[in-house]
């Protein structure tokens, strides 16, 4: 069954917060840094602050101030355990999204 026109018309994103959101998300997501932390995180249900600082090899402040911004725009969510900070992906929408880019350009992450 191919895809049709009428088909592809209803796949479009109506919802005016859904594209805010999607919007957002990208705009934010565009920063190669962001990018790769979000490689990171979508391959796993969350990660700490260190192994992130690790895995993406820049300092601990540059890695903070970038997941400020990804979490001030809705994309992540954390969790304090005594002196970590664990940080995932907050909405299931877009881990979607984050799979694809994952697929598409950030290899075996």
């Known amino acids: 069954m191919g895809v049709t026109a009428e088909n592809r018309r209803e796949a479009l994103i109506t919802d005016e917060d ?3 959101l999607a919007s ?6 565009a920063h190669p840094l962001r990018l790769k932390i979000l490689c990171i995180l979508g391959g796993s249900s969350e990660v ?3 192994d992130i600082v690790e ?3 820049t300092s601990q402040s540059n890695i903070s101030q970038h997941l400020s911004i990804l979490r001030d725009k809705g994309i992540l ?3 304090k355990d005594a002196n970590r900070v ?6 299931t929408r877009i ?6 880019l994952r697929e598409a350009f950030c290899g075996n992450q």
């Open 18 to 20: 859904d594209i805010y």
């Open 24 to 29: 957002r998300a990208m705009k934010a997501m």
């Open 48 to 50: 700490s602050v260190q």
């Open 55 to 57: 895995r993406v090899g």
């Open 77 to 79: 969510a954390f969790r």
């Open 86 to 91: 664990y940080y995932r992906i907050g909405d």
């Open 95 to 100: 881990v979607l999204l984050i799979n694809a």
